[in-house]
């Protein structure tokens, strides 16, 4: 599987914001987009998710399942985590992998072991409403393993995390790119990838 | 294709049920619109007679509008609708499967409560059971199209007063057939099934057209 992004343009309110960008990436790679604010990070992730219109350009995931769109084999994760608060961790969880992940997959986790992972199994019957930030982070954390995409596309994922958190997500990140999948994060703070390939968006695009 | 569907229709109608949710507030305005009436029209038993089963469809109509205007916009402040545009299930589905859930969870209880609210309006038993076939059947029309001025208003905050402009125009036939209908149905000079069955034939139009309009206007404000 590989990510091949062609020439994209995207505008924002009548401003171009991102012209003609080109890479690609393969299976098992991470990409970690830099610059500074307001350059078009957020922009460029919600262009590969599909939830902003192209100008021009392409986007693909060569060698993926035929009959499945792109938008449909990603991850998104930004700044809201599509949870509600009056439900519980848990059942938001059991939502969004049955409602993200159409057919079962061996490499989906169960909602347990997702908290567990980011180290929420002890609260996972409480309201979302309730919990903190950095915890409501983990749980939109854990929905990425729910449900196996494979392509995550992370605008900040590290935001209101502690460092213990951080490291296990690094783990998990691994995880997901040794299982052949693959990562693009929009953030200012080291992930704790090594191999990961770098794009800075402001000067060289 | 099930799965996912009617996993969110059980998340759709916790969120309603719990506190804070919209399940329990229709009842109540419901509830207080018609108990008003009787105050501000007078005790006069015939008026309320006559009169009763278009307050309660007003109310209704009201407590619908009243309950529908967070019905996407909640969606877009904690990122779940960016998730349903990237979801295999249709927005067209999710749509509808959203506005299944909110009926059975606001529009049901208004069902429920008609014919209690109903004797204080002096209405008979033809009248009462005129009013309930008519909510039942009228009311998923209410929703459906509401939902097209809920995805509609779904970027503007505090939209509801927007919403309920955009859409009371188009919910006038729903209430007109329905009040036509539960009015024959305690006798008068129209049949009972000439305005029941054209009510009947505006909520199916709703249900076939409703969901594309919504999920069209979500996807040309997510953009």
Not at chain 2, 139 to 150: C, K, N, S, V
């Amino acid at each position: 599987m590989r990510l091949c992004v062609d020439d994209l343009c995207v505008t924002r309110g009548g401003r171009l914001v991102i012209d003609r960008l080109s890479f690609s990436l393969s299976a098992g790679q991470a990409l970690v987009v830099t610059g500074p604010n307001g350059v078009g990070k957020s922009t460029l992730l919600r262009a590969l998710a599909g939830l902003l219109p192209r100008e021009g350009g392409s986007v693909a995931l060569a060698s993926g399942p035929p009959d499945v769109e792109l938008p449909q084999q990603a991850h998104y994760l930004a700044h809201s985590d599509g949870m509600k608060s009056p439900l519980t961790v848990e059942e938001n969880l059991d939502f969004w992998s049955r409602y993200l992940a159409q057919k079962p997959d061996p490499r989906s986790r169960t909602v347990d072991g997702a908290l567990a992972i980011v180290g929420l199994g002890h609260i996972a019957a409480a309201p979302v409403g309730v919990l903190s930030a950095g915890q409501k982070r983990r749980a939109a954390l854990a929905r990425l393993l729910v449900a196996f995409r494979p392509l995550w596309l992370l605008d900040e994922p590290l935001t209101t995390l502690d460092r213990t958190s951080r490291e296990k997500f690094a783990v998990a990140m691994r995880e997901h790119c040794a299982r052949g999948g693959l990562i693009v994060a929009a953030t200012h703070e080291p992930l704790g990838l090594d191999e990961a390939k770098e794009l800075a968006l402001g000067s060289a695009a | 294709m099930t799965s996912p569907l009617s996993a969110l229709f059980l998340r759709e109608w916790r969120v309603a049920r719990r506190l804070g949710g919209s399940g329990a507030m229709g009842v109540v305005f419901f509830l207080t619109l018609v108990a008003i009436v009787p105050f501000a029209v007078g005790p006069d038993p015939n008026l309320l007679a006559r009169i009763g089963p278009a307050m309660l469809w007003i109310a209704a109509l009201l407590a619908t509008l009243l309950c529908l205007d967070r019905l996407f916009q909640a969606d877009a402040e904690d990122g779940s609708l960016d998730l349903f545009h990237l979801a295999e299930t249709p927005l067209e589905l999710a749509v509808l499967v959203k506005c299944a859930a909110h009926w059975a969870a606001t529009g049901l209880p208004l069902i429920l409560a008609a014919p209690f609210l109903g004797l204080m309006l002096q209405q008979e038993r033809m009248a009462l059971l005129g009013v309930v076939a008519t909510l039942l059947v009228g009311t998923p029309a209410l929703t459906l199209i509401g939902a097209i001025g809920a995805a509609a208003t779904v970027t503007v905050r505090r939209g509801g007063l927007l919403m309920a402009l955009l859409v009371l125009p188009l919910t006038i036939p729903v209430l007109i057939f329905g009040v036509s209908a539960a009015e024959a149905a305690s006798g008068g000079t129209v049949p009972f099934y000439a305005p029941f069955a054209i009510l009947c034939a505006i909520t199916l139009a709703a249900l076939a057209l409703c969901p594309f309009a919504a999920a069209a206007a979500l996807r040309y404000l997510g953009e």
